[in-house]
């Protein structure tokens, strides 16, 4: 229903911030709620973030709590995630993901699209 493109993963040092973005196209960006999650190898992929239709509401996991941000620009058809203070446990492979609900969203569940994957590399 829509394609999502991430993009803005790489390698930064523990401490330092990146901001990824995703573009979606070939669906109504502004009626979906979008999040992010991510995915270490041999790990199962974990909610990280999400954020509502209109941009007035946003839910974080735990660990990220306090220093990542999402956010989103619908006249741009982007979803944001900036990532402050990373750790190396913030390390994995990063997705974005258009859904109906923030609260299934954060469980995993009613996912209607995933983007590829950008990598994200954190060295201590």
């Known amino acids: 229903q829509v394609q999502l493109v991430e993009s803005g993963g790489g390698l930064v040092q523990a401490g330092g911030s990146l901001r990824l973005a995703c573009v979606a196209s070939?669906?109504?960006?502004?009626?979906?709620?979008m999040g992010w999650f991510r995915q270490r190898p041999g790990n199962e992929r974990e909610f990280v973030a999400a954020i509502s239709w209109n941009g007035g509401h946003a839910y974080y996991a735990d660990p990220v709590k306090g220093r990542f941000t999402c956010s989103r620009d619908n006249a741009k058809n982007t979803v944001y995630l900036e990532m402050n203070n990373l750790k190396p446990d913030d390390a994995a492979d990063y997705y974005c993901?258009?859904?109906?609900?923030?609260?299934?969203?954060?469980?995993?569940?009613?996912?209607?699209?995933w983007g590829q994957g950008t990598p994200v590399t954190v060295s201590s």
């Open positions: 070939g669906g109504d960006f502004s009626t979906y709620v």
């Open positions: 993901a258009a859904g109906r609900a923030i609260a299934t969203m954060s469980m995993g569940s009613s996912v209607e699209s």
